[in-house]
């Protein structure tokens, strides 16, 4: 539900008005009262989280998605959505990684308790490289557990 879809965003454009309430409220007609706002990394947590605030029956996740494993070296780079990591030494990934758990981990413990109920998405993604490569990932995949 961070998903910018709901709020009638596609790939950058504006297609419809923001619609997250009529969805839920969608959700409510068929019987589903709980909610689980998955975030695949930090900014996500955050939107996530705020989201979670709307009803004791909304919860949250954080940390990285597989295909996410690049944001911890977005800002170090000075770039957008993709990044060519290889430009950084390893001590700098573990670095500018271990740096990016510790900002989890204060979310974490800033949070409402019970809000956050899980870790992840964890795993790894190798069928879309074009998020993220196999190394980044594999670094990612470690500290989430």
Known sequence: MADDRFEGVYYGKECHAPDFEKCIARANMF???KFLFAAGHIEDA???YALSQKSDNFYATIGIHPCRALEPYLKALG???HTNADK????????LLGAYFEEIEKILASAEPGKFVAIGECGLDYDRYEYADKAS???AFEPHF
Not at 88 to 95: A, H
């Open 79 to 81: 770039e957008g959505k």
């Open 31 to 33: 019987g589903v009262k």
């Open 88 to 95: 950084l030494s390893m001590k700098k990934k573990q670095q």
């Open 46 to 48: 955050h939107t996530s």
């Open 137 to 139: 990932q594999l670094m």
